[in-house]
């Protein structure tokens, strides 16, 4: 209770509410804790508007740090038009969105008296004063009591304004806790070939199944005043306005004003109509421009899991279209702490579940898989196959944790001259590294590998916490499990997709001065302190050159799993 923690404040509270007093338009203050939940309140009578009114000042618990409440003592009054609704508290020009500790009640009831004494006084015309509104609510504010929703894209609704008649339109349809939201996908015009929205991703596409009616209604359709006149009951008889089809079941009428549009519900059983919210649609840019250049590239991942699924969708969410998925690994139940996918894909490989989930993206993102890990069991012409796939892409993102694929990626990233990016979480979760190869700028990937074991077994470094010995990529078979939390892999992959964005938009003006870099969690090994990082630098030298590996690389490279 902060009034009893801060006697301070209650005696500056109540101070402030007797000051008030002595100027006359309060006549009654009493202080009071409301017995159901300890909060404290004010009894409070003062004149305002030409009228006495009663009211309770309400204070929070976090008070002073959120403001009080005023509001009748009568939850059938109403007292302003500034006010939420019967019985609800007035809005104020002190209210929550631009409180400050340093109010008192004071500031509430002057807010309160000036707001209510010009709302009832009348000017020479007869009119009563009026307060404008300082509120400019959202549209997740005014869509909260829309349970029914719809969205049309603007490629729909150009569309159905484009077409002489109406014609059936199909939705998908997603449930909430507190709303039910259908989207437009398909349009079946009478004698022609079905369109489907292309702006639209192709899984939701597919899912159309709740039936309706869409139509132009230019201006002078006598129509459209149904529409806009529609009430809750009638619904059979407005629905043979429009569909030559009669009511049957549920059915959904899509209304394209030349200004606007309007969706209602039909309801066969019960004969109502309702309203539908129409969320805006807001196709806004939200990208760098020189994200622009992510579409046109194909992107190779290497590993469907922790950090894979992670990259891609970073990627994809950045413009990235075209990418082949490379894993052979089913999703299990365990690895939902970590991976991007969600229960719904539990016993699927995790290649094709991350492409469903990719597509859902954007309607442009195209996804191939290959179930199958370079360097497992499978004939060489498969392996063969797979390695030419992916030489005849821009880009590899090596995520699997596993020596043996990073091998094969690397040498198609030298032979095709492909850049490649790789990244791994330390294990335990205390940090992690990402790396690059760019051809003709950096060493090859084998060599960058070799350069970062090599700055690893500094022998002025500190020893390494155990690590697990545990091929990350995999997560699979009788070996322990990587121990590392979704937010340890969420950064490296973060950092990870952002090397890869910078490499494909900025390819020889890079932001990163380095190519490789060591990435501190927590103050563990070298890093002193969480966020530490190391930049590991890197020398092109020929290839007889190359440091040999040295005695201890391999333990380190164990580390780095």
């Not at 807010?111 to 209510?116: D, K, M, N, P, V």
């Not at 009026?130 to 009591?145: I, K, W």
């Amino acid at each position: 209770m902060w009034f009893l923690r801060h006697l301070d404040r209650l005696d500056v509270e109540m101070a402030a509410v007797e000051a008030l007093r002595k100027e006359g338009w309060i006549k009654r203050a009493q202080w009071q804790v409301v017995p159901d939940n300890g909060s404290l309140r004010l009894e409070i009578d003062f004149q305002a508007g030409g009228a006495l009114r009663k009211g309770w000042l309400i204070y929070p618990h976090v008070f002073p740090h959120a403001p009080p409440m005023l509001l009748p003592r009568d939850p059938e009054q109403r007292w302003s038009g500034h006010q939420w609704g019967a019985g609800g508290e007035l809005c104020l020009q002190i209210r929550a969105d631009n409180w400050r500790p340093r109010y008192t009640a004071t500031d509430m009831l002057l807010s309160a008296q000036e707001l209510l004494s010009t709302e009832g006084s009348v000017n020479a015309d007869g009119r009563r004063g009026r307060v404008p509104s300082a509120h400019a609510f959202t549209e997740g504010q005014n869509m909260r009591l829309e349970y029914f929703r719809v969205v049309a894209t603007p490629t729909l609704i150009a569309k159905v304004r484009g077409m002489g008649d109406g014609c059936p339109v199909e939705f998908s349809c997603s449930t909430f806790e507190n709303c039910m939201v259908w989207t437009a996908v398909k349009l079946t015009p009478d004698g022609a070939e079905a369109w489907l929205d292309p702006s639209i991703p192709a899984p939701l596409r597919e899912e159309g199944y709740y039936e309706g009616f869409a139509v132009s209604l230019p201006t002078g359709d006598p129509r459209a005043d149904l529409v806009r006149s529609a009430g809750s009951k009638g619904a059979a008889a407005l629905w043979q306005a429009f569909s030559p089809e009669p009511l049957a079941g549920r059915k959904i009428l899509l209304a394209v004003f030349p200004d606007s549009v309007q969706a209602l519900r039909f309801s066969a059983d019960s004969d109502e109509i309702f309203r539908c919210g129409m969320p805006t649609t807001d196709q806004s840019a939200r990208l760098p421009e020189r994200h622009g250049v992510l579409a046109g590239a194909k992107i190779v991942v290497l590993g469907a899991g922790s950090m894979g699924s992670k990259v891609a969708m970073s990627l994809a969410r950045s413009g990235a279209r075209e990418f082949l998925i490379v894993d052979d690994d089913i999703l299990r139940e365990s690895n939902l702490v970590r991976n991007d996918l969600d229960w719904r894909a539990v016993g699927a490989h995790k290649a094709e579940a991350l492409a469903e989930r990719l597509a859902l993206v954007h309607p442009s993102v195209k996804v191939r898989t290959r179930l199958q890990r370079l360097g497992g069991q499978m004939s060489a012409k498969t392996l063969q196959k797979a390695l030419e796939d992916m030489s005849s892409f821009d880009l590899i993102v090596d995520t699997s944790g596993s020596d043996m694929c990073f091998n094969y990626a690397a040498a198609v990233a030298k032979s095709a001259r492909i850049p490649m990016v790789w990244g791994r979480v330390l294990a335990g979760g205390y940090g992690g590294y990402i790396a690059r190869s760019r051809p003709g700028v950096d060493p090859d990937p084998h060599s960058v590998r070799e350069q970062i074991d090599v700055w690893c077994s500094n022998p002025d470094f500190p020893p390494a916490p155990p690590a697990a010995a545990v091929d990350y990529g995999a997560e699979q078979g009788d070996e322990p499990p990587m121990i590392a939390d979704d937010a340890d892999v969420s950064i490296i992959s973060g950092h990870l997709a952002r090397l890869a964005i910078d490499l494909l938009t900025k390819p020889r003006h890079s932001d990163y001065p380095s190519s490789a870099y060591m990435i501190g969690l927590r103050a563990e090994w070298i890093f002193g302190e969480p966020f530490s990082t190391f930049g590991i630098p890197l020398v092109r030298v020929p290839e007889f050159q190359v440091a040999p590996v040295v005695a201890g690389i391999s333990t380190q490279r164990q580390r780095l799993r």
